[in-house]
């Protein structure tokens, strides 16, 4: 069984910054593409931030240049550093990992940025 157990998040100021992890149990974390979606309100999923087993990241452009995905394949963990928030990243956020042919998401973590 994977677990994804999330922490961080909460409530912000536009232009300040917040921090997301995601420690991951279950399977070899090294080998694997973890994510970082989020929905906000009205709005289907979506895809945030990815970072590759071999550590290449891609963004959404709405986030480029102010979101950073990292990983830590000792701790297990993935992290996504937000900084520069905008009312409009306001949404609950999820890790995610395709593995063993499933998908496995964290519970998510609401972030609230207020103007």
């Known amino acids: 069984q994977v677990h994804l157990v999330q922490s961080g998040g909460g409530l912000v100021q536009a232009g300040g910054s917040l921090r997301l992890s995601c420690t991951v149990s279950?399977?070899?974390?090294?080998?694997?593409?973890l994510h970082w979606y989020r929905q906000a309100p009205e709005k289907e999923r979506e895809l945030v931030a990815r970072?590759?087993?071999?550590?290449?990241?891609n963004y959404t452009a709405t986030v480029k240049g102010r979101f950073t995905i990292s990983r830590n394949n000792v701790r297990n963990t993935v992290s996504l550093q937000m900084n520069n928030l905008k009312p409009e990243d306001t949404a609950v956020y999820y890790c995610y990992v395709n593995a063993r042919g499933y998908d496995w998401w964290g519970r998510g973590t609401q972030v609230t940025v207020s103007s």
């Open positions: 279950g399977l070899n974390f090294r080998l694997y593409s």
């Open positions: 970072i590759g087993s071999d550590g290449v990241t």
